[in-house]
T-cell receptor
Framework: QKEVEQNSGPLSVPEGAIASLNCTYSDRGSQSFFWYRQYSGKSPELIMFIYSNGDKEDGRFTAQLNKASQYVSLLIRDSQPSDSATYLCAVKAAGNKLTFGGGTRVLVKP | EAGVAQSPRYKIIEKRQSVAFWCNPISGHATLYWYQQILGQGPKLLIQFQNNGVVDDSQLPKDRFSAERLKGVDSTLKIQPAKLEDSAVYLC???????????????FGAGTRLSVL
């Protein structure tokens, strides 16, 4: 069983729509959760992190965390073609070790 | 502020050869990480340094991979001998160290793309 699971996609959304990405994790001791964006051939860049149950908003991005159900999600509102990338969910346990999911590829179509 | 620097950007070698990658973290970052990212997968942690000490190397194939971080700044990752399955992007990341989540955010370098033929 993978520790951090994501649907590989591609998730195809029309421009201006909401993209919804999900991530589940197996370690109940996980403390904080990160969403990274990775353009093809580029390195991951942090979008946002969350560590408390509930929602956290940053611009067009909203992260949602439900520790009881062991899932974290990312919503991208008003999706733009520039949002087309792979989105990596990463989960931190003790010691600042990040475990990454396989990523979800998002395609925003004009 | 300068980001994480890595070199080379690309490397092509034949199997059984050796290769080395270099990383210079963001100034002041105590923690340095090496990840392996195989095409279509998420990054996998190989080794984590805190200053010049190893914190976690549980997923480092120690029979062929080695890493060091002399003086707690730059780091090198070496593969000897390389295998076909080592073809991947090798990412270096660095972070501060502290009690808050923000202080432990990892920032990635551009990576080294290794092709083993």
């Amino acid at each position: 069983q993978k520790e951090v699971e994501q649907n590989s996609g591609p998730l195809s959304v029309p421009e201006g729509a909401i993209a919804s990405l999900n991530c589940t994790y197996s370690d109940r001791g996980s403390q904080s959760f990160f969403w990274y964006r990775q353009y093809s051939g580029k390195s991951p860049e942090l979008i946002m992190f969350i560590y408390s149950n509930g929602d956290k908003e940053d611009g067009r991005f909203t992260a949602q965390l439900n520790k009881a159900s062991q899932y974290v999600s990312l919503l991208i509102r008003d999706s733009q073609p520039s949002d087309s990338a792979t989105y990596l969910c990463a989960v931190k346990a003790a010691g600042n070790k990040l475990t990454f999911g396989g990523g979800t590829r998002v395609l925003v179509k004009p | 502020e300068a980001g994480v620097a890595q070199s080379p950007r690309y490397k092509i070698i034949e199997k059984r050869q050796s290769v080395a990658f270099w990383c210079n973290p963001i100034s002041g970052h105590a923690t340095l990480y090496w990840y392996q990212q195989i095409l279509g997968q998420g990054p996998k942690l190989l080794i984590q340094f805190q200053n010049n000490g190893v914190v976690d190397d549980s997923q480092l194939p120690k029979d062929r991979f080695s890493a060091e971080r002399l003086k707690g700044v730059d780091s090198t990752l070496k593969i000897q001998p390389a295998k076909l399955e080592d073809s991947a992007v090798y990412l270096c990341a660095s972070s501060l160290w502290g009690r808050t989540v923000a202080k432990n955010i990892q920032y990635f370098g551009a990576g080294t793309r290794l092709s083993v033929l």
